[in-house]
């Protein structure tokens, strides 16, 4: 028994947050982009018994926590304490973007646990009750509000309605002519601890303010250069710019369609109809346009 | 100036129909399974004027005017008509299934026509935007009410509710294990017009009592042996099943997972874990899980 799933990475360029009594109803609206490289999850079932996590081949007590938790909550729901006493489930992702960074790797992690348990246990969950149980475990953590529902969807993604997959709602770009094969450049500089800026009331009040009127402005010029352009605007708004990060975006604003910092990472990024670019050790991505898959 | 949008095939296995005023509201609640077999687009803007629409080949004016109805829209909509004085849309569908059978082959030209022209005229549409115009046209003409959502979710899919893409809500069957690579068999023995049956009071009472429960009996067991069990048991209880058709069904029964009708095509079809068959001339494919994309 083996599986496994592709989750792209995600980077927001600007957000709203909603609050919610209800789990699968908090989340945030915004927009960002999916890549065409993410996490990739192994998962299997031997015998033995409990949850062994590596990211990228080794054990990692901050970031695998993620997983954990997706999977307590699977074992909660589908009453499995008793099954994993008797297997050993072994997860391996592999990251082929940094962790931490803006790029949604723990929303990407959970989804991997999520849908490899749904499907090698062979639980009564559809594709997106089991990427809410994904969502489920970013809120519990704090470390997402809305990546999940855009893995899901790729490409460009607009969440115009908070929430897990099936309860929130997304959309995505059309990319026209020459945009179809446009490349998403990146380059991180280090890590946010994305609950210390989302679970701080002064930044949450500068994000909601900017935020709310940015992803109707995006709908009415529904591209590329707009989706980067109220991005850099978010990025400057809300003081979320960070300085270092700032040099990075301004030389790639003048390489590409238009560049911003990744909500919430060191991290600058932009999109481009060229690979090229003078940023030293830059992530050079295209868009995925399908979403988490298994493959 | 050229794009190309493929947008699979899907049956249909069981229904309910679900009325509303706003025709982006109403649609149907069922579920079916989306193919790797479907219907490529090619468009072209050319100079000239007007729109020239073809079916693999051929002028076919029966089943082109879904067509020539999706880019009205679209011209209503964006005030195209002096746009189209002066530039000649050339629309070529190839379709890899037959017409008026029950593949949902009305909702894939929809989707080519809107997608394609939102792309190459470069429209302020989203992706689900472009998509709800091809589900207006499905509504208008009445030959179709939830193809639509389905071919732009993929997979094994469930429509949980009614409504355009971005209006009504999908998801799909995760596949287990040895199922990833579930082949669809199926064989049609001539057309059935959908509006013959959607617009006719009593097989829409029929069809409403008998589909009503079955997408919550989907949900307790969603796997692909339950969802072939309900769609045969709403062929039979609908009355819908067509005895001709019927005698391929069991033949398919004794050979794959479960067989039914396709609702609406007088076409039998079954999930199988092989593409070996003793029915003559039947289409094999596979499930396409990614969903209507540009290729």
Redesign the interface.
């Known amino acids: 028994?083996k599986?496994s799933i592709f989750a792209p990475a995600h980077i927001t360029g600007f957000f709203e947050i909603i609050e919610n009594m209800d789990p699968v109803k908090k989340g945030s609206k915004g927009a960002g982009v999916a890549l065409d490289k993410g996490v990739t999850t192994d998962m299997e079932i031997e015998d033995g018994s409990g949850v062994s996590v590596k990211i990228n081949g080794k054990h990692d007590a901050r970031n695998t926590s993620i997983t954990y938790k997706t999977i307590d909550l699977i074992k909660k729901e589908f009453k499995l304490d008793e099954y994993f006493n008797n297997k050993r489930v072994v997860v391996k992702h592999e990251l082929e973007v940094p962790l931490g960074a803006g790029f949604g790797t723990s929303a990407g992690c959970a989804l991997g646990a999520s849908?490899g348990i749904?499907?090698?246990l062979?639980l009564?969950?559809?594709?997106?009750?089991?990427a809410a149980i994904a969502h489920l475990a970013e809120i519990e953590m704090q470390s997402g509000l809305g990546d999940v529902i855009a893995e899901v969807c790729g490409?460009i993604t607009?969440r115009?309605k908070e929430g897990a997959p099936?309860v929130g709602?997304a959309?995505?770009?059309?990319?026209?002519?020459s945009e179809?094969d446009l490349f998403v450049i990146s380059k991180t500089l280090g890590e946010i601890e994305t609950s210390s800026i989302i679970g701080d009331p002064v930044y949450k009040a500068k994000i909601n303010k900017t935020g709310r009127n940015l992803l109707s402005k995006l709908?009415?010029?529904?591209?590329p250069c707009q989706f980067m352009k109220l991005s850099r605007r978010f990025s400057e708004e809300t003081a979320l710019m960070d300085p270092e990060v700032l040099e990075l975006v301004e030389i790639l604003e003048d390489e590409t369609m238009g560049s911003s910092m990744a909500m919430l990472g060191k991290t600058a990024f932009a999109i481009s109809k060229t690979p090229d670019t003078s940023v030293e050790g830059a992530i050079v991505s295209k868009i995925d346009?399908?979403g988490c898959?298994?493959v």
């Not at 009564?124 to 089991?130: G, Q, V």
């Not at 709908?219 to 591209?223: F, K, R, S």
């Open positions: 028994m599986c849908m749904a499907k090698i062979n009564p969950l559809t594709f997106n009750r089991a490409g607009l115009l099936g709602s959309d995505k770009l059309i990319l026209n002519g179809e709908l009415e010029n529904p591209d346009s399908c898959r298994f």
